[in-house]
Protein backbone atom coordinates (compact mmCIF):
# COMPACT_ATOMS: atom_id res chain seq x y z
CA UNK A 1 0.00 0.00 0.00
CA UNK A 2 1.41 3.24 -0.47
CA UNK A 3 1.96 6.65 1.93
CA UNK A 4 2.02 9.96 1.41
CA UNK A 5 2.01 11.40 -2.06
CA UNK A 6 0.79 8.46 -3.71
CA UNK A 7 -1.95 7.67 -1.02
CA UNK A 8 -4.53 8.10 -3.03
CA UNK A 9 -8.66 6.65 -3.91
CA UNK A 10 -6.89 4.62 -6.84
CA UNK A 11 -4.03 2.33 -4.42
CA UNK A 12 -6.41 2.36 -1.24
CA UNK A 13 -9.28 0.75 -3.24
CA UNK A 14 -6.83 -1.62 -5.35
CA UNK A 15 -3.87 -2.45 -2.66
CA UNK A 16 -1.25 -0.53 -5.77
CA UNK A 17 1.70 1.12 -5.23
CA UNK A 18 1.16 3.99 -7.72
CA UNK A 19 -2.07 5.29 -8.65
CA UNK A 20 -1.39 5.20 -12.49
CA UNK A 21 -3.33 3.25 -14.91
CA UNK A 22 -2.12 1.76 -17.77
CA UNK A 23 -4.89 2.86 -20.78
CA UNK A 24 -6.41 0.09 -23.02
CA UNK A 25 -4.04 0.31 -25.95
CA UNK A 26 -6.51 -1.82 -28.44
CA UNK A 27 -3.68 -4.88 -29.42
CA UNK A 28 -0.93 -3.78 -27.37
CA UNK A 29 -3.28 -4.15 -24.55
CA UNK A 30 -2.56 -8.18 -23.53
CA UNK A 31 -1.27 -10.46 -20.90
CA UNK A 32 2.23 -9.58 -21.28
CA UNK A 33 2.15 -5.81 -21.04
CA UNK A 34 -0.54 -5.72 -18.22
CA UNK A 35 1.08 -7.90 -16.05
CA UNK A 36 4.01 -6.07 -15.98
CA UNK A 37 2.45 -2.76 -15.08
CA UNK A 38 0.35 -4.21 -12.20
CA UNK A 39 4.22 -5.99 -10.74
CA UNK A 40 5.62 -2.48 -11.11
CA UNK A 41 3.23 -0.94 -9.46
CA UNK A 42 0.72 0.37 -11.40
CA UNK A 43 -2.91 -1.22 -12.59
CA UNK A 44 -2.85 -3.06 -15.90
CA UNK A 45 -5.66 -3.03 -17.83
CA UNK A 46 -6.64 -5.92 -20.44
CA UNK A 47 -8.54 -4.85 -23.51
CA UNK A 48 -11.47 -6.98 -23.88
CA UNK A 49 -12.60 -5.85 -27.43
CA UNK A 50 -9.91 -7.39 -29.62
CA UNK A 51 -11.31 -11.18 -28.36
CA UNK A 52 -13.98 -12.73 -31.10
CA UNK A 53 -14.65 -15.42 -28.87
CA UNK A 54 -15.28 -15.39 -24.79
CA UNK A 55 -13.14 -18.48 -24.45
CA UNK A 56 -10.22 -16.37 -26.46
CA UNK A 57 -10.79 -13.23 -23.73
CA UNK A 58 -10.75 -15.72 -20.54
CA UNK A 59 -7.81 -17.68 -21.51
CA UNK A 60 -5.97 -13.97 -21.70
CA UNK A 61 -7.50 -13.42 -18.56
CA UNK A 62 -5.71 -16.68 -16.79
CA UNK A 63 -2.76 -15.90 -18.83
CA UNK A 64 -2.39 -12.51 -16.97
CA UNK A 65 -3.29 -14.08 -13.70
CA UNK A 66 -0.91 -16.51 -14.14
CA UNK A 67 2.08 -14.11 -14.34
CA UNK A 68 0.63 -11.26 -11.58
CA UNK A 69 -0.38 -11.79 -9.03
CA UNK A 70 -1.29 -8.13 -8.42
CA UNK A 71 -4.79 -5.94 -9.19
CA UNK A 72 -5.37 -5.65 -12.90
CA UNK A 73 -8.51 -4.70 -14.71
CA UNK A 74 -10.21 -4.85 -17.86
CA UNK A 75 -11.70 -2.66 -20.81
CA UNK A 76 -15.19 -2.48 -21.59
CA UNK A 77 -15.47 -1.42 -25.16
CA UNK A 78 -19.13 0.50 -25.21
CA UNK A 79 -18.34 2.02 -28.57
CA UNK A 80 -20.57 1.46 -31.80
CA UNK A 81 -18.29 -1.67 -33.97
CA UNK A 82 -18.06 -3.53 -37.02
CA UNK A 83 -16.66 -6.43 -34.80
CA UNK A 84 -18.80 -9.01 -33.14
CA UNK A 85 -18.31 -8.23 -29.28
CA UNK A 86 -20.05 -9.26 -26.46
CA UNK A 87 -19.86 -7.81 -23.23
CA UNK A 88 -22.45 -10.01 -21.54
CA UNK A 89 -20.24 -12.48 -21.96
CA UNK A 90 -17.00 -10.05 -21.23
CA UNK A 91 -18.83 -9.62 -18.13
CA UNK A 92 -19.28 -13.13 -17.36
CA UNK A 93 -15.29 -13.82 -17.68
CA UNK A 94 -15.06 -10.79 -15.14
CA UNK A 95 -17.26 -11.72 -12.46
CA UNK A 96 -15.95 -16.03 -12.45
CA UNK A 97 -12.06 -14.72 -12.46
CA UNK A 98 -13.17 -11.73 -10.02
CA UNK A 99 -11.76 -8.69 -11.84
CA UNK A 100 -12.01 -5.73 -9.31
CA UNK A 101 -11.22 -2.95 -12.03
CA UNK A 102 -13.61 -2.10 -15.09
CA UNK A 103 -12.80 0.67 -16.99
CA UNK A 104 -14.82 2.07 -20.58
CA UNK A 105 -15.61 4.51 -22.96
CA UNK A 106 -17.83 5.62 -25.57
CA UNK A 107 -21.41 4.49 -24.74
CA UNK A 108 -23.42 4.58 -21.55
CA UNK A 109 -22.43 2.12 -19.02
CA UNK A 110 -26.05 2.17 -17.14
CA UNK A 111 -27.27 -1.31 -18.50
CA UNK A 112 -23.98 -2.68 -16.75
CA UNK A 113 -23.40 -1.15 -13.63
CA UNK A 114 -25.82 -3.28 -11.42
CA UNK A 115 -24.60 -6.11 -12.50
CA UNK A 116 -20.81 -5.09 -11.84
CA UNK A 117 -21.31 -3.47 -8.67
CA UNK A 118 -23.18 -6.39 -7.07
CA UNK A 119 -20.19 -8.64 -8.00
CA UNK A 120 -18.33 -5.96 -6.07
CA UNK A 121 -16.59 -4.56 -9.54
CA UNK A 122 -15.54 -1.32 -9.44
CA UNK A 123 -16.22 1.04 -12.64
CA UNK A 124 -14.78 3.95 -14.39
CA UNK A 125 -15.82 5.74 -17.02
CA UNK A 126 -13.49 7.95 -19.29
CA UNK A 127 -15.39 11.12 -19.83
CA UNK A 128 -14.14 14.36 -22.21
CA UNK A 129 -16.03 16.94 -20.31
CA UNK A 130 -17.53 17.99 -16.91
CA UNK A 131 -20.83 17.58 -18.57
CA UNK A 132 -20.42 13.83 -18.99
CA UNK A 133 -18.70 13.29 -15.97
CA UNK A 134 -21.71 14.49 -13.71
CA UNK A 135 -24.09 12.23 -15.71
CA UNK A 136 -21.33 9.06 -14.74
CA UNK A 137 -22.03 10.34 -11.44
CA UNK A 138 -25.64 10.26 -11.43
CA UNK A 139 -26.18 7.10 -13.11
CA UNK A 140 -24.04 5.04 -10.35
CA UNK A 141 -19.72 5.12 -11.66
CA UNK A 142 -17.60 4.64 -8.71
CA UNK A 143 -15.07 7.55 -10.81
CA UNK A 144 -14.74 9.35 -14.33
CA UNK A 145 -11.18 9.56 -15.70
CA UNK A 146 -10.94 13.45 -17.37
CA UNK A 147 -9.73 13.31 -20.98
CA UNK A 148 -7.75 16.75 -21.18
CA UNK A 149 -6.39 18.52 -23.98
CA UNK A 150 -3.47 15.93 -25.57
CA UNK A 151 -5.39 12.62 -24.67
CA UNK A 152 -4.61 10.36 -27.44
CA UNK A 153 -7.04 7.69 -27.82
CA UNK A 154 -10.33 8.78 -27.13
CA UNK A 155 -9.72 12.61 -27.45
CA UNK A 156 -12.61 14.79 -26.19
CA UNK A 157 -13.97 17.77 -28.93
CA UNK A 158 -13.55 20.64 -26.68
CA UNK A 159 -9.48 20.37 -26.03
CA UNK A 160 -9.61 21.67 -22.87
CA UNK A 161 -6.41 21.86 -20.64
CA UNK A 162 -5.77 19.67 -17.63
CA UNK A 163 -5.00 22.60 -15.72
CA UNK A 164 -8.43 24.36 -16.23
CA UNK A 165 -10.64 21.03 -16.34
CA UNK A 166 -9.21 18.90 -13.50
CA UNK A 167 -9.74 21.04 -10.77
CA UNK A 168 -13.31 21.51 -11.87
CA UNK A 169 -14.30 18.36 -12.17
CA UNK A 170 -12.75 17.90 -8.73
CA UNK A 171 -14.77 20.45 -7.34
CA UNK A 172 -17.80 19.63 -8.63
CA UNK A 173 -18.20 15.82 -8.24
CA UNK A 174 -18.07 13.64 -5.41
CA UNK A 175 -16.66 10.56 -6.98
CA UNK A 176 -12.95 10.49 -7.69
CA UNK A 177 -10.93 12.01 -10.55
CA UNK A 178 -8.42 10.54 -12.82
CA UNK A 179 -6.41 12.75 -15.18
CA UNK A 180 -5.17 11.26 -18.50
CA UNK A 181 -3.65 13.33 -21.62
CA UNK A 182 0.04 14.21 -22.63
CA UNK A 183 1.34 12.28 -19.39
CA UNK A 184 4.31 10.25 -19.86
CA UNK A 185 6.55 10.36 -16.86
CA UNK A 186 6.70 11.35 -13.05
CA UNK A 187 6.28 15.03 -13.37
CA UNK A 188 2.95 14.23 -15.40
CA UNK A 189 1.76 12.24 -11.99
CA UNK A 190 2.68 14.62 -10.04
CA UNK A 191 1.15 17.72 -11.66
CA UNK A 192 -1.91 15.49 -11.58
CA UNK A 193 -2.35 14.91 -8.08
CA UNK A 194 -1.30 18.41 -7.59
CA UNK A 195 -4.60 19.63 -9.54
CA UNK A 196 -6.91 17.47 -7.27
CA UNK A 197 -7.16 13.87 -9.20
CA UNK A 198 -6.89 10.81 -7.21
CA UNK A 199 -4.17 9.45 -10.07
CA UNK A 200 -3.67 8.98 -13.88
CA UNK A 201 -4.26 6.89 -16.89
CA UNK A 202 -1.82 6.73 -19.07
CA UNK A 203 -1.56 4.80 -22.50
CA UNK A 204 0.65 5.92 -25.36
CA UNK A 205 3.72 6.04 -23.27
CA UNK A 206 3.37 2.21 -22.84
CA UNK A 207 4.05 1.52 -26.21
CA UNK A 208 7.66 2.00 -25.97
CA UNK A 209 7.79 -0.58 -22.89
CA UNK A 210 9.66 -4.08 -23.87
CA UNK A 211 7.06 -5.94 -23.10
CA UNK A 212 4.68 -4.07 -25.45
CA UNK A 213 3.91 -6.57 -28.55
CA UNK A 214 4.23 -3.53 -30.99
CA UNK A 215 6.44 -3.90 -33.58
CA UNK A 216 10.06 -1.74 -33.16
CA UNK A 217 9.27 -0.01 -36.74
CA UNK A 218 5.94 1.10 -34.87
CA UNK A 219 2.03 0.58 -35.16
Known sequence: MSEGLFDTWITRTFGCKYPIV???LAYQAR????????????IGILTSAIY?????????????????????GVNLNLFPSTRTM????????????????VEAS?????PFLDRLHAGGVKFIQKVP????????????????????YGGGGHPG???IAASVIIPASVKSLKIPVLCAGAIADGRGL????????????????FLATKECPMHDAGW
Open 22 to 24: QGA
Open 129 to 148: TLKFAKRMEEIGCDAVTVLT
Open 86 to 101: NNDEVIEVILEEGIRF
Open 157 to 159: TEE
Open 52 to 72: DKKEDFHNEVRKTKSLTDKPF
Open 31 to 42: AELVSAVSNAGG
Open 190 to 205: VASLALGACGIYMGTR
Open 106 to 110: GGSPK
